[in-house]
């Protein structure tokens, strides 16, 4: 068996092997294995010093890793995080494309040496049969402007390795045969580099088919050499913006035509590399469809034949740390509602005494069932984490952030998503005390999961069993007497309309609500900066306009200050605190003004009683006593009548005694409408179980 076969074999082992480890998860053991064996090969050299370089990500492997392999995949074909000089001999996509044999003769042409340095871009040209003059143009800036940005590596057989930025990393391995370009349509040069270039920009973008319906530049730069995108209106960057910008020589500039062009010279929806400034500043700009066709626009053209300018900034120039965090986006679950407590949120810290630049990129997986209408946007929010009502981001995949953070300022940072899709969140910055991280929201908020059902939903306000809703206990714990400003949101799974309202954990009649709202609204019910006093209990009532069927819902609370620790539970106050409940439903006959009830039981027992009329009647006014059945002692005694609270009238604190008796009259008043047949209901909560009869 001849060197290169031997050779081949350890490279397939190889491609096997790192991904088991790092996309599948198995154990490092066969990795060490495989390099022991691998160390023992005189032909295998550069398999070993790949292994060596790969060791530590090997070691010190996480989530991240993990998430940057699995996401290789698009279309169909991997692209593994390799660079280019360890990426291997062979096709990582099944196929060895360096078999098929070559003429000696055709070598020169087809499998071209690196240039050094590689010549400009002047005399490349877009391909009138391939619509890809955003690529073209981004290759003619790059060869021009920044050429040893593009990282390559010619393998030992023919094939050619790249290294393409997406999917969240700088290092996507993608092959290239020279033959199978021969046999394509390519890019006009006389350098096969170019024409490998867009080769492997077609795998990754099209699926190999030449038959592509474009992109933009900015976007093209980014795949080719991770220059940061910026997309801009003209009417957002002015002409000086531009000029300066391309003389500082940190970013490569192109622009973009629309629908609508007004000299007939420049075509729609094409884009133009800017490869000059002139000595009177103006603009030059090339078609990239013929080398010879230059123009020197002055503002006016800029302003009426251009709709975009795109920038591509220089990165590792600009800012000397990189940080990149990965996530994936679910749509369902985190376009649930509009707050931002669905999305992903990650917090920028500035830990520096002085003031710093941050750029915050996002960026959306290749791959995705994305289309050219689905957005994705960088938003701000704060530790309340409130809903926003618009997303302003981008449909290109990408959105751009830029930040100055004040000394020892942070910033919460959302993200929204049109559809589901991975992404990556990259942050770059000067200075080293910089950091980024995915927020915790635990930290700022409580939040519980529950639903309504036949046994709690009991409607809106209106309805005289609304205290009967779902409820909840919050309070604000610190070691401090003072007043906090709390955010609640209630947030349905579905359409329907909710509301919440807050009362304090002793009004049991819910008659004094801290904010007055019988607003019914979709989905997300929301009150801002609610005033609570710390340490003290408070009750949220969580209630549906109409049952229409089983619902979940979460109920979330939020309080920025760190000191400050939310408790947030679900409670049962129908009954009071009491262990034992008797609920017994009556009728007050019409033209019945007295009604008596008997209250016994077998032990000493405290209770609550809540006096319920069914029918809400604005005239009606009771009065209640309460004495000992034998000998008539009162217990509760009023002379007066009363209005009955909406949702009952409640006495708190009653004792019934061992082997007594309590009677409980009720008289009623008002007019005559007053007096009519009403349904009524007792509730008796006790430690122990009484009985309730009607004389």
């Known amino acids: 068996m001849c060197d ?56 010190n492997r996480d989530f991240g890793t993990r998430f940057v392999w699995l996401t290789s995949m698009v279309g169909g074909r991997k692209y593994p995080p390799l660079n280019a000089e360890f990426g291997g001999d062979i096709s990582w996509n099944g196929q060895d494309l360096s078999s098929k044999p070559i003429k000696e003769a055709e070598k020169e042409t087809i499998i071209p040496e690196i240039l050094d340095p590689w010549p400009g871009g002047a005399s490349v040209a877009q391909n009138q049969s391939i619509n890809d003059c955003s690529f073209v143009a981004s290759l003619i800036n790059i060869r021009s402007r920044a050429p040893t940005s593009l990282k390559m590596a010619r393998c030992k057989s023919r094939l050619w390795n790249f290294n393409f930025h997406f999917n969240g990393v700088p290092n996507r391995l993608v092959q290239v045969d020279p033959v199978a370009v021969v046999d394509s349509p390519h890019i006009m040069s006389e350098d096969p580099l170019d024409w490998m270039l867009e080769n492997a920009y077609m795998q990754v973008k099209n699926m190999s088919s030449y038959a592509y319906h474009g992109s933009n530049a900015a976007i093209d730069t980014f795949l080719l050499n991770g220059f940061i995108p910026e997309t801009c209106s003209v009417n957002g960057a002015t002409l000086g913006q531009i000029i300066k910008s391309f003389k500082s020589s940190f970013c490569l500039i192109t622009i973009g035509t629309g629908e609508l062009v007004k000299d007939a010279e420049f075509l729609s929806n094409h884009d133009y590399p800017i490869i000059g400034i002139t000595e009177g500043n103006l603009l030059e700009i090339r078609d990239v469809l013929d080398p010879q ?225 019988g607003t019914y609204e979709d989905k997300l019910f929301c009150r801002r900066a609610i005033p609570l006093t710390t340490n003290t209990r408070y009750q949220i009532v969580c209630s549906s306009y109409e049952g229409i069927s089983r619902s979940g819902f979460r109920l979330v609370v939020t309080n920025p200050h760190d000191s400050d620790s939310i408790t947030l539970k679900r409670i049962y106050p129908q009954f009071g605190w009491y262990k034992h409940h008797n609920r017994c439903d009556f009728i007050w006959k019409a033209k019945i003004a007295r009604i008596k009830f008997d209250l016994s039981s077998n032990s000493t027992s405290s209770m609550q009683l809540r006096i319920l009329p069914l029918r809400c009647d604005p005239t009606l006014f009771i009065r209640v006593n309460i004495f000992t059945t034998d000998i008539k002692i009162p217990i509760i005694k009023n002379h007066g009548f009363s209005a009955v609270p909406r949702y009952g009238l409640i006495i708190p604190d009653l004792k019934l005694k061992y082997n007594e008796s309590l009677t409980l009259l009720l008289e009623r008043d008002g007019p005559s409408s007053a007096f009519e047949e009403l349904p009524l209901r007792l509730e008796l909560g006790s430690d122990f179980e009484i009985t309730i009869n009607e004389r």
């Not at 929010?381 to 000394?407: A, C, I, M």
């Open 4 to 59: 290169e076969t031997i050779e081949k074999q350890y490279w397939r082992k190889f491609q096997a092997e790192i991904w088991l480890v790092l996309a599948i998860g198995k154990s490092t053991t066969r990795w060490d294995e495989f390099k022991a064996e691998v160390s023992g090969i005189e032909r295998a050299k550069r398999i070993l010093s790949a292994i060596e370089k790969l060791d530590t990500i090997i070691s």
């Open 293 to 517: 066709k230059v123009w020197h626009l002055q503002e006016r053209a800029l302003l009426e034949n251009f709709r975009a300018v795109y920038f591509n900034w220089n990165s590792p120039v600009l800012f000397s740390h990189h940080q990149t965090l990965h996530f994936k986006y679910d749509s369902l679950q985190n376009n649930a509602s509009s707050s931002t407590i669905d999305k992903p949120v990650f917090e920028v810290c500035n830990d520096s005494p002085a003031v710093e630049p941050v750029w915050v990129l996002l960026e959306r997986h290749l791959g995705s069932r994305a289309t050219e209408s689905d957005g994705c946007s960088l938003g701000y929010t704060s530790r309340e984490l409130l809903p926003v009502q618009n997303y302003r981001g981008s449909n290109l995949g990408f959105h751009l952030l830029k930040l100055d953070l004040q000394p020892k300022e942070r910033k919460l940072i959302f993200c929204h998503s049109d559809v589901s899709a991975n992404y990556s969140i990259h942050f770059y910055h000067v200075s080293k005390h910089i950091s980024a991280h995915k927020y915790d929201k635990r930290l700022s908020s409580m939040i519980v999961k529950d639903e309504w059902d036949a046994s709690n939903d009991y409607g809106p306000l209106s309805n005289p069993c609304f205290y009967m809703n779902p409820t909840f206990e919050v309070t604000i714990q610190s070691p401090e007497h003072t007043t906090q400003y709390l955010n609640l949101q209630l947030i349905s799974v579905g359409s329907r309309l909710i509301n919440a309202q807050m009362f304090n954990i002793n009004d049991g009649e819910l008659s004094k609500p801290l904010f007055s709202d």
